[in-house]
């Protein structure tokens, strides 16, 4: 599976953002995808994810209530609706997907990456 993230920019905060992560090669429909951040001197992190079915989705507690993670399969897309934008919200953000469909809160058990997309939210 190739993933390519798109959709990054610079944001105010309060602010909305609309992340794609589309997918190529293998049946994408049979895969979890998670969103990851990094941040400047920080460690990635886990931000939301999402079966392979979209029946089930989960978010860090930091953007539970302003992101929301969707996908569509006939389109081999995810997506990540970012609200309420936070200055603390900037970082590299990364598609992934494990070897499987069911997604993990674990950088390490996801198998393929995007590229990552920067998204800069200023105050």
């Known amino acids: 599976v190739q993933l390519q993230a798109s959709g990054g920019g610079l944001v105010q905060a309060g602010g909305s953002l609309r992340l794609s992560c589309e997918a190529s090669g293998r049946t994408f429909g049979n895969y979890a995808v998670g969103w990851f951040r990094q941040a400047p001197g920080k460690e990635r992190e886990f931000v939301a994810a999402i079966t392979w079915s979209g029946g089930s989705v989960s978010y860090a507690d930091s953007v539970k209530g302003r992101f929301t993670v969707s996908r569509d399969n006939a389109k081999n897309t995810v997506y990540l609706q970012m609200n309420s934008v936070k200055p603390e919200d900037t970082a590299v953000y990364y598609c992934?997907?494990?070897?499987?469909?069911?997604?993990?809160?674990?950088?390490?058990?996801?198998?393929?990456w995007g590229q990552g997309t920067l998204v800069t939210v200023s105050s």
């Open positions: 992934a997907a494990p070897n499987s469909g069911s997604y993990y809160y674990t950088a390490s058990y996801y198998r393929y």
